[in-house]
């Protein structure tokens, strides 16, 4: 096993450990700092753009092309041509973000948007009542402000606030609606939260809505993963019990109270100066968190409660946040198509893109969107949790001890997340594995884990060695006993591989499906975006290899990391993102596969892992 | 003493005791029955017809001229002009009644107002979803409704609510949001509570949206009396104690809410169904129920925290009604003319009269509105409670036990409110007992009490006798002790009617003053209209005698009932009747009293009680 080096990543000073020789790309997207790559990772377009502060990178020849020399010797690299050699600092300049900080500019089409959030702060300063002018207190600060009603809270606040501060306050608007006003001028204090609802984990981004910059970012597993993995079985526990979807949406508020508790932890914000709440969820989770039974969502034909955004205050929900808060559950799609996919897509601009081109969401529940010919199409199949390690015998999520990354050289190379002793493997190294496997002749395209003196000649006797005969089947041996954290040997087991197939046949289906009902080859996708904590891990070649994705070239394959997130953010910093989010949810085709006559067969056709390498192109 | 005898009334049942030669529209009254008498009471109009059922009522020379005989031998009377002889039973049909319950009728226009609730109720019958009809429920049911919005909690109820019934639901609109859902049809069931919330007493009718029929009424003691008799003791304990906001709040919704409690113990209505409430009060008590600080109202230059209606949810006052159900404060005029006034002009249109009017509302803060030559003045004037009894020595409420009536003949006679021995003196009695010592000559103009060797020679010795010294002052004996429920002799103090003057000046230095900023005189009011629960107890002629009304003929002095609870049950049936509202407390002048510099003389002339007796009338 090689040894990982620190990478650090200026400035935000976030570190992870990585394998010499790990692309600069992959280690940022390991610290959670996704990249720009407009040209798909091919070197060309400088979007990715990277600064070496400390240690050894060498320049490759299409950092040099692109950059020229000048600029190489100065330390920069291109992110995606670049590999780490020794322990490093790095630093990316904001604009090489995909998700920047201080513009929210889309990779695709270089837009910008301007920041109008829907709230509003207005400081007054007023004249005093006297005997001979005794208006209203309300009358007087309205006077004063564009067109607005009031809210009970604001009203209550107002006498106190006008007094304290000699007529000077500091009022909230949120559109048409005066929610909070206090003494003196608090106009520089005004910030919202965007949440991504994930099934498995939930984040939460603290943003200051004058400047459009995230001042923090928290994140959590999802409490309501104790009741089950996966939305099916958290709509069966609301369907079947009593207390059941008390107890799902108590979990996930939690959840949420936590992040913000957190948050506030974290910075100097005060709760009481957070003044919307922006969630994207699919349709299970938003119908959750909002307390609405999901239990049609579970039963022929699976109707969702709501379509379009739904806007209530924190109260409403119990979030630790001022009672009036405004809160707004994105608009959603269809049953299994939710808000999470609808702010994927404004995230990604998905519905301008010039060509044919899918956004590709993996987790337990994959969402697939194609956009093309001026329609969009949305499915969901259920992958399982397989990505997540669940299911996987000697699985794992991807944390610290995770292998997360598998190479069949002479023998096994793997990547520890953390660099730990291995504990098991999380989503990316089971890809990997598989992947290197079919290359090396190891596995065949059934699936299936050929015997030691079945494989080719020309596979070394190291990685023959761990093909294990058990119970009649074959399992390959990662890690042994005395190299793993657990003293227990560590396998990639033949049951491991069918579970991977069938997740890897749901995604491949639903792609097939929706380019035969848009009319597209394959071979047209002009972009693949993979969306998501997971998708930003895969490796683009082996992804490619086991047949998850079709094999078109890989810089059409793009990580646009967590859009989800990233949506929510657009729609708390600008109302046009909010009503952009709406007429998306309204203009998708969501399609359901359990109706397509073609499904059962185009599952049954994805479930063979393809026979050949498809061109490789660097990572 | 004389015996009371019993009267009922039909349809309601509603039975009072009262002395024989009591006029019939006053004995109603103390039922609680208002009659309409808009030729005040000169037995000219025939508004006020009732119909003896049972028990002897002999007719008057005025009913046989205005009635005829035929329909006077069928019982027929002029409440006005007959009076009780006997125990009777008397119907008084709906139309006579000036809060009628069939129609919404002016006793002053005769105009109607259409029953156009702000709350609707539509049954719904839809074809529930298929695989190929997959719409939200949401998007089922609001393409099926004219266009609104909905509340989350009619959202958390839709999903259920369809698929118990079939697909056939009831929806709840108010305006333009939709705020209940319900299986099946329920239409019928829509209720809404108008509360007349005043200093001394809370009073709830509970009334039928679809017909405007009156369900229920109940009332209680506002538990705020606790805190303080009047608005400025109770704006002084929110001024000075920490919770004292908390505290009063906390008391006036409690009492709000054991008046829900009682209407739905009453009735068969499910407090599911009530969907609007609508509250009118003075401005401190409307500003401590909806938890507003009222310290602003309490010193100078005396400012409310609002002008038009508040709108707010029953959750945001913690009233026991559906969390989302609509509460509707009245819009109010000035710090001390508040949202109670206000529904007394639209109760009264006293905007509309066509001649000069004054609408009179007699509490401990009396409230006056002048209408003529196109303008409305209110004041508010300090009477302070000696018309509720408080502050005289031998004081009581209106409740049974309480000398309500004094007549001053060759003794004392008295009226006793529940045929009881008496306990003390309420506020009519007060003013009876000053107007008849007045008459006799017992009492001078300045207000004090004559030795029984100063009085005229004409007064009878039983009740020179009456006339008794005690620490250098002269003070009444209403009743011996033998006689009395308290075994103990009650008194008229002197300092009894010094309090007495006081009220009594405010109110009429208030009057004068806005007739002359208003450029009238006195004689050419058209009507005095005499509101509140005191009001409508009073014997014009003895208000009259004692100064607090301008010696007009009585006919022109009307009794309008609990206008606070009327103009609210008015605004509660009607959108109109609430912008009507909104457009009064805009166009009303607020006078301050305060501020007018002929105030302190206005006020010292009214301290002296008029030497001659104005021309007597029936009352």
Aim: aromatic share 4%; with cysteine.
């Amino acid at each position: 096993m090689q040894k990982e080096v620190k990478v650090v990543f200026e400035p935000s000073g976030r570190a992870v450990y990585a394998l010499p020789g790990t692309v600069i790309l992959e280690a940022a997207a390991r610290a959670g700092l996704i990249l720009q790559t407009p040209c798909g990772g091919a070197g060309k377009c400088g979007k990715c753009l990277v600064q070496v502060r400390h240690g050894e990178c060498p320049a490759s020849e299409t950092d040099i092309a692109t950059l020229g020399a000048v600029r190489v010797t100065e330390g920069f690299r291109l992110a995606c041509h670049s590999h780490i050699h020794g322990p490093v600092t790095i630093e990316i300049p904001d604009r090489s973000l995909f998700q920047s900080q201080q513009q929210i500019l889309t990779a695709d089409s270089g837009e910008t948007v301007d920041i109008r959030p829907r709230v509003r702060k207005i400081c007054l300063r007023l004249t005093p009542p006297s005997q001979h002018d005794t208006v209203s207190d309300t009358e007087r600060v309205l006077a004063a402000l564009p067109p607005c009603s009031m809210t009970i809270d604001a009203l209550r606040a107002l006498p106190g606030a006008l007094r304290i501060a000699g007529f000077v306050i500091t009022c909230t608007l949120v559109e048409h609606e005066l929610v909070a006003v206090e003494p003196g001028d608090t106009t520089t204090e005004c910030y919202g939260i965007a949440v991504d609802i994930g099934s498995t984990t939930l984040v939460a981004t603290l943003v200051n809505l004058n400047t459009g910059a995230d001042i923090a970012v928290a994140a959590r597993v999802n409490p309501q993963t104790s009741f089950g993995d996966d939305v099916i079985s958290r709509i069966q526990k609301c369907r079947t019990e009593k207390d059941g979807l008390a107890r799902l949406q108590g979990a996930v508020i939690e959840g949420v109270n936590h992040l913000i508790d957190e948050l506030e932890r974290k910075t100097h914000v005060n709760r009481n100066h957070i003044y919307e709440m922006v969630l994207a969820g699919n349709t299970t989770m938003q119908q959750i968190l909002a307390g609405i039974d999901p239990s049609a969502l579970g039963e022929l034909p699976f109707i969702p409660a709501f379509r379009g955004a739904l806007e209530t205050q924190a109260s409403d929900l119990r979030l630790h946040l001022p009672r009036q808060s405004k809160v707004f559950l994105f608009p959603q799609i269809g049953s299994f198509v939710g808000g999470d996919t609808v702010s994927g897509i404004i995230a990604t601009r998905l519905d301008r893109t010039s060509g044919p081109s899918l956004l590709v969401d993996i987790g337990t529940n994959g969402e697939i969107v194609l956009s093309g010919k001026g329609r969009m199409l949305a499915t969901s199949v259920a992958a399982g949790p397989a990505f997540e390690g669940a299911r996987i015998i000697n699985g794992m999520r991807a944390a610290p001890g995770a292998i997360e990354k598998v190479l069949l050289d002479g023998d096994v190379q793997l990547n520890i997340i953390g660099n730990a002793k291995p504990a098991g493997i999380c989503g990316t190294g089971l890809i990997d594995a598989a992947a290197e496997l079919l290359r090396k002749g190891l596995l065949d395209s059934t699936g299936r884990l050929l015997a030691a003196d079945e494989v080719p000649a020309s596979v070394p006797d190291a990685l023959r060695r761990r093909l294990v005969e058990k119970d009649g089947e074959i399992n390959f041996l990662l890690v042994d006993a005395g190299s793993s954290a657990t003293h227990q040997p560590l396998f990639l087991y033949q049951r491991d591989i069918r579970e991977l197939q069938l997740a890897n046949a749901a995604i491949r289906a639903g792609i097939n499906i929706l380019l035969r009902i848009g009319g597209f080859q394959p071979e047209e996708l002009e972009a693949v975006l993979l969306a998501g904590a997971f998708g930003n891990f895969i490796r683009r070649n082996n992804a490619r290899r086991i047949g998850m994705l079709p094999p078109i070239p890989c810089h059409r394959i793009r990580f646009v990391g967590n859009t989800a997130s990233f949506g929510a953010k657009r729609a708390l910093l600008s109302v046009e993102e909010k009503e952009y989010a709406d007429r998306v949810a309204r203009s998708v085709e969501h399609v359901d596969l359990s109706l397509d006559p073609e499904f059962q067969m185009e599952f049954s056709t994805a479930m063979l892992l393809p026979e050949d390498e498809p061109d490789h192109c660097p990572e």
